[in-house]
């Protein structure tokens, strides 16, 4: 089985549990199941929180929990390290240390701790010294200032993206959280990236109605008949930012407009579709950004993302196709990038 012919899961982050369990069902109809990054002590979490949804995706096998003791190894942690020191010695984060800021917790297993313990140590020493994290109170869990917690999730989104293959499923990172997407489009638009210029951001696209009182059944019998169209949705816009950020900016605006036109018309198509189906007014919506350049030495970040080494960065001369995307996903029309 190719990549391409891999079941596409939608790889959902920042958290273990999704925020809104009724809008989770919608993503059915775009790929072959969900994903969750679980941490082996919050195993029971997803269940607990939202047993209607999670039992109704197992029983149909569209539920995949992914343990970050087992995919967040060796090398993961090395391009974690690499990208978060890559960070930190910008001094871009210096400032959030206040006194009064309210840490929240990340599993130190998604910081590398089973992966690399001497390397998630070190990540967490370097915060640790800038009053950005704090030591662990239980074993388990680090308390971190929320918005390194979410670059390290937004980093972890796109560093185990690879690991789907040995999962047997192509892992595509997908939020809810259009914060969480802007800090994506700012870390690859740093000027000492060569990912700069290179990013493309699509504005949310309605693309048909909201499911969540659908049963799992009816929607999935709906889906079995449209599947080849809501999978050309996500496949096109996916392809629309591989296809437009390696071009000069002078290329791209018209270009922009040509694929904008093409994935506005997919969109209606799906919203056509959809309404005529369950007699509702569409609001469920769905876009993307990302960007897709030529990683070469000297590039960390491409490196990491283009499966080179993490740590000393590809060879002199050598060049890859590096990318990095997100898709971003709503049940209300009040969400902008």
Known sequence: MTKDTLPEIAFYYP?????????????VLFFDGVGLLVPEYMKERPEQADPAIVVGLKQHGLLHIIEPERVVDRSATEKLAAAMTDVLVTGALDALATENTVFHELSYSRLGSVGDPGLAK??????????????????????????????????LAQILRPAGETLG???????????LVQALVELLSL?????????????????????????????????????AQYRAYTRSVREFVRQLGPLALAERAEAFEDRQAEIDDLAAGLRGRSRRAWGQPASFALSIAGATWTAV?????????????????LAAGEKKEANAYSYLFSARHDLSW
């Open 122 to 155: 070190m990540i967490l020493d370097e915060l640790k010294a800038r009053g950005l994290a704090r030591d662990s109170e239980d074993g388990k869990s680090i308390p971190m200032h929320p918005m390194v917690r979410a670059l390290v999730l937004v980093l």
């Open 15 to 27: 958290n273990p549990m999704w925020q809104y369990g009724d809008w989770i069902k919608n993503l």
């Open 297 to 313: 030495s000297g590039d960390p970040l491409g490196a990491l993302l283009a499966g080179g080494s993490a740590l000393v960065g």
């Open 169 to 179: 499923v192509e892992l595509s990172p997908i939020t809810d959280q259009p914060k």
């Open 191 to 227: 000027p000492e990236h060569p990912s700069a210029g290179h990013v493309v951001a699509f504005d949310l696209n309605t693309v048909g109605v909201d499911v969540s009182a659908v049963p799992i059944d009816e929607l999935l019998d709906y889906r079995n008949q449209h599947r």
